[in-house]
């Protein structure tokens, strides 16, 4: 009897060890940080950088591919436990508790034809017809364009078929960011296409509060990339806080 009992003493910590599931991960197509490759996997920089500090954490992982659109819903039901996004995001407000850590940063603005005049304002798009792509939040511009007269937005559903939109002359601009619709033209190039970079946005991982271990997995993803930083494992960001603003952008 002895002996039994010593022996489930010494399995209690396998256990527990084991009884920590893995994190369900939600990605999207956003290249080059988060998009499934050929074989069907998850690959891009940000995946890269959430398997690195999940490894740190003592951490397994379950990735997920989502549509934009279906992210937030997913992250409110607990579906997934974490998304790799943007930190700031007003449409998410109390459904998520976002990384202190910032691990990359993104430019973003609009892209136009030669044709088009460059905008050095965000009023010169006043009156214009903007493209965007549906569940793209855009720091809360998304909400905005949905309840403004100054400027005809009009959606599409990826990065893609925004371009061939703007190459058509379905909308004067493009709202949308900078390095995935790079990765297009490299494949696609469209003659005469610019690009004016008008805000930044930092990266986060956002964890689902519908998890009661959400505070738990954000500080240990902190304190991960902390111990890979200091390791020079990995290269820090310097924070940008909110979103940079261009001048005249009705955000508040």
Do not use: C
């Amino acid at each position: 009897m002895a002996r039994l009992l010593l022996m489930a003493w010494l399995l209690i910590p396998l256990l527990t060890v084991g009884d920590e599931r893995p994190l369900t991960v939600g990605y999207v197509d956003f290249p080059p940080y988060q998009f499934r490759n050929a074989a069907g996997e998850p690959d891009g920089r940000f995946v890269e950088l959430t398997r690195k500090v999940a490894q740190e954490a003592g951490y397994d992982l379950n990735f997920l591919y989502l549509p934009t659109a279906r992210v937030y819903y997913y992250l409110e039901r607990g579906d997934i436990d974490l998304w790799q996004g943007f930190a700031g995001n007003p449409a998410l407000g109390g459904q998520v508790l976002e990384s202190d850590t910032n691990p990359l940063r993104v430019a973003y603005g609009v892209w136009y034809l030669s044709d088009t005049p460059e905008p050095g304002h965000f009023n010169d798009l006043y009156g214009q017809t903007l493209i965007t792509i549906t569940g793209y939040n855009y720091a809360g511009l998304a909400t905005y364009l949905s309840h403004t007269d100054h400027i005809r937005a009009i959606n599409t559903n990826n990065h893609r078929s925004a371009l061939e939109m703007l190459a058509r002359g379905r909308g004067e601009y493009l709202l949308d960011y900078q390095e995935p619709v790079l990765n297009l033209l490299m494949e696609e190039p469209v003659p005469g296409i610019r690009f004016t970079p008008m805000w930044v946005r930092d990266a986060a991982w956002l964890f689902s509060t519908a998890a009661e271990q959400a505070p738990r997995w954000r500080q240990d993803f902190d304190q991960a990339w902390d111990r890979l930083v200091s390791r020079g494992e990995v290269l820090p960001v310097e924070r940008a806080g909110q979103a940079r603003r261009m001048e005249g952008l009705p955000l508040e």
